[in-house]
């Protein structure tokens, strides 16, 4: 048998280091046994999935240096490697499960599973749906079809008994029955949830091991149960322990910068970056090299070594690792040229060059004006950020709304960003010109510089993220009450 591992990311944002660590330890166990690595796009979110984030997926884990020998850019013969792709082959499979009676059709409405949660949440319950429309016969679930009622497709889940699932890592997990909801399968637009098209998925492109992050351990009984009524035999699971904040908090955006855009930004080396993420999963015992190659990151894995403990991203760790590389393993010519690749490629000079020839008058007035632009953290101060007619308070939550606007926004461009910082003055109803000098600090370094819009285009959403979130940190992080009243004046007139 052959080996398959695989990586399936969902389009939905910027590319995470979680995922290129996933990808990691999926390629690494595929090349030591000889097997083949697939990456496949997980995108049955069609509201949040986009083109723009599949191609930023792809581009920053081939910039990692992994490879894979099928997906949907390169083809193979178990496509298409998209989700939105398959849709007929999921509605073929949910029809099976019909048929075998190990699915059946919901026509509850949103209204009535919320007031059901509200119930089981009251009387001290765990949130599971009830499984009324489980007791509809044949013609009752015929009659409401024909009336045109919606509905989706729920898997059957057995009322008692245990599930065992077998973990690599964790050995048996046990799961009661009862405590197994009934997943939606199939949306009432037809297209699937993550769980059918997971399992139709791994089944049909010959996947045998599945390594994926620990959130998904809770899914697995779901997924166990489809393998069984298939009659399919399932992939080898381990669940990987999550990346862990220095305070053992889940890796987040909102703590740490979480984006591998943003390590190719400030100019990591993406063989460094690729190096720590494999100690993570494969920690080097005392008195061996640290500084690895992909190659022996594969010799070398052992999925029997992989911590329980969730790892610790730090992040003065990986500034080892890159700046040995950058001194160790690169010679004068190599170091230059990677230079020239991080900042100074010609499409980005003449950019810039258009953006400061009208700002200098003199060839080193360069370095002061766009030195922000191949900096990492800016040396700011909170009282920098204060000086204009705004309070602490209102310069605090433009940009917590700067946060949660530019996330939202589907292409990177000067107009989309123009417009965000607008709203973001009319929603405070406030001046633009007093709200763009702590931006201009927060982005540039100081309250003039070249254009704002044109900077932060530049810089890219990851470094922009992390710039705001240091600012907001200097001026006073938001309490969770502050938060949640401005998510709610935010939501309101978004």
């Given at each position: 048998?052959?080996?398959r591992t695989?990586v399936?990311?969902s389009?939905?944002g910027?590319p995470h280091?979680g995922?290129?660590?996933?990808a ?5 166990f595929?090349?030591?046994?000889g097997?083949?690595?697939?990456l496949?796009?997980?995108d049955t979110d069609r ?5 723009e984030?599949?191609?930023a ?14 997906g ?5 013969p178990h496509?298409?490697?998209?989700q ?5 082959i999921y509605r073929?499979?949910?029809?099976r499960?019909?048929a075998?009676g190990d699915a059946?059709?919901c ?8 007031a059901m949660?509200?119930?089981?949440r ?9 499984g009324l ?5 044949a013609a ?7 009336a045109g009622?919606p509905s989706v497709?729920r ?8 599930c065992i699932?077998?973990d ?5 997990i046990?799961?009661e029955?009862s405590?197994v909801?009934m ?7 037809g297209?699937?949830?993550y769980h059918l098209?997971?399992v139709v998925?791994?089944?049909l492109m010959?996947?045998t091991?599945v390594?994926?992050?620990e959130?998904?351990?809770?899914s697995?009984?779901k997924?166990?149960l489809l ?5 399919w035999?399932a992939p ?5 322990p999550?990346?862990r904040?220095?305070d053992?908090s889940?890796l987040?955006?909102r703590?740490n910068?979480?984006?591998?855009l ?8 993406p063989?460094?970056?690729l190096?720590?993420?494999?100690l993570l999963?494969n ?7 640290e500084?690895?190659?992909l ?8 999925p029997a070594?992989i911590p329980?403990g969730?790892p610790?991203f ?10 040995r590389?950058?001194r160790?393993r ?6 230059v040229?990677r230079?020239?690749a991080w900042?100074?490629s ?6 810039i ?9 003199r060839l ?5 004006l766009l030195a922000f632009l191949f ?6 101060a909170?009282?920098?950020l204060?000086?204009g007619k705004?309070?602490?308070r ?7 709304y ?10 990177w461009r000067?107009?989309g960003i123009?417009a965000t910082f607008v ?6 109803g ?5 709200v763009?000098?702590?931006f201009y600090?927060a ?5 003039t ?7 932060i285009e530049l810089l890219?959403?990851d470094v922009v993220?992390?710039?705001?979130r240091?600012?907001?940190g200097l001026?006073?992080v938001p309490?969770?009450?502050?938060l949640?009243a401005?998510?709610e004046?935010w939501?309101?007139?978004s």
């Open positions: 048998m052959k080996v695989r399936a990311p389009p939905t910027d280091v995922t290129a660590y996933v990691l330890v999926n390629y690494c595929a090349k030591r046994h097997g083949e690595f697939i496949r796009i997980e509201a949040r999935s986009t083109a984030s599949e191609a997926i792809l581009d920053s884990l081939r910039w990692c240096g992994l490879h894979w020998d099928e949907p850019d390169v083809g193979g496509g298409p490697y998209r939105s792709e398959r849709s007929a073929e499979y949910a029809a499960l019909l075998s059946f059709r026509f509850c409405t949103p209204e009535r599973l919320d949660r509200v119930a089981q009251a009387a001290g319950q765990l949130t599971r749906y009830d429309c489980r007791t509809y016969d009752e679930v015929a009659r409401r079809e024909a009622e497709v898997l059957r889940v057995p009322d008692d008994g245990t699932v077998e690599g890592r964790r050995g048996p046990e799961f029955w405590s909801d997943q939606v399968l199939l949306k009432s637009d297209l699937p949830t098209a997971n998925d791994d089944h010959e996947i091991h390594f994926r992050g959130e998904w351990v809770s697995a009984p997924h166990m393998y069984r009524y298939f009659g035999t080898k699971l381990t669940h990987l999550l990346l904040n220095p053992k889940k987040s955006k703590k910068p979480t984006g591998i943003f390590y190719r930004s400030l100019g990591y080396a063989e460094a970056l190096n720590f993420l494999g999963a920690p080097a015992h005392e008195g061996v090299e500084l690895m190659d190659a022996h990151l594969v010799e070398r894995f052992d070594q329980l969730g610790v730090d992040v003065g760790k990986l500034d080892w690792l890159n700046g590389f950058l160790e690169l010679d004068d010519a190599q170091f040229e230079v020239r900042g100074a010609p499409e980005r000079m003449r950019k060059a258009a953006l400061a020839r009208p700002r200098v008058e080193s007035d360069l370095g002061p900096a990492g953290r800016l040396a700011i909170a009282d920098q204060r000086g705004l309070e602490d209102q310069v605090r939550q433009a940009l917590q700067a946060l949660w606007e530019l996330d939202r926004l589907d292409e000067v107009s123009e709203g973001i003055a009319q929603r405070l406030v001046k633009f010109r007093d763009a000098r702590p600090v982005i540039t370094g100081s309250p510089s070249i254009p704002l819009y044109d900077a890219g959403r993220r992390e710039r705001l240091v600012a907001l001026l006073g309490s969770k009450r502050e949640d401005w998510f004046e939501k309101g007139v």
